[in-house]
């Protein structure tokens, strides 16, 4: 009875070893480990698997069929590559200053002389005295000019004495900006209005 029962093992055995090498035979084998024989690593029939050449590590697991290919970093452009497109420069905070150029065939045209690119004088209810007050405070340009407000300018006024009592700075600002931008026709008809700059 003993024998009888091992035949009928042996055969099964034997048809499960036949049944599992022609599935390993006409499958792709990489994933399921056939009897007797490892995992087959090699490239399958269509040729888009890599081959195992041996230099990785046993595992556990199955290998997996396909391996994802880990990109190269982008070349860096050498300073001396010519083709390369030119970075952009950060924006500052601090804006520059406005460059003002005096346009004096324009002011000529609109009955201005002035003496120089920043005469001050040229702004109606400035002197010469006054031009000098507000050169030794560090105002020597129209665009500096344009920018001080009445009680700083009157505060120069005050501490140069009293000789200065009847100067009234309300529109010097003003004159100023249109100087600094060569608006001079612009100044010509504010002036037009004006009695001793004001």
């Known amino acids: 009875m003993f024998s009888c029962c091992f035949w009928w093992f042996l055969l099964g055995a034997l048809v ?23 995992a ?13 050449n041996g230099s990785s590590t046993a595992s556990n697991g199955p290998i997996p069929a396909v391996l994802t290919a880990i990109p190269e970093p982008a070349a860096k452009p050498t300073p001396s590559s010519k083709n390369t497109a030119p970075t952009a420069k950060p924006t500052s905070l ?3 200053p406005k460059v003002y150029v005096l346009n004096t065939a324009v002011a000529k045209a609109a009955g201005f002389n002035p003496k ?9 209810g400035i002197g010469p005295k006054i031009n000098e007050l507000f ?3 560090g105002i020597i340009t129209f665009a500096q000019l344009a920018k001080q407000t009445v009680p700083q300018m009157q505060k ?13 700075p309300t529109t010097w600002a003003q004159q100023a900006a249109l100087a600094a931008e060569n608006k001079w026709s612009e100044l010509k008809a504010l002036q037009d209005k004006l009695t001793g700059g004001v």
């Open 16 to 38: 499960g070893w036949l049944l599992n090498w022609l599935l390993c035979r006409f499958t792709n084998c990489s994933s399921m480990k056939c009897w007797g024989k490892p």
């Open 40 to 52: 087959d690593t090699t490239s399958s029939k269509t040729g888009n698997q890599p081959v195992n």
């Open 94 to 96: 601090v804006s520059t």
């Open 116 to 124: 120089g690119p920043n005469d001050l004088t040229v702004i109606e």
């Open 135 to 137: 050169s030794n405070a």
């Open 156 to 168: 120069i006024l005050d501490e140069a004495g009293a000789g200065y009592k009847l100067a009234k």
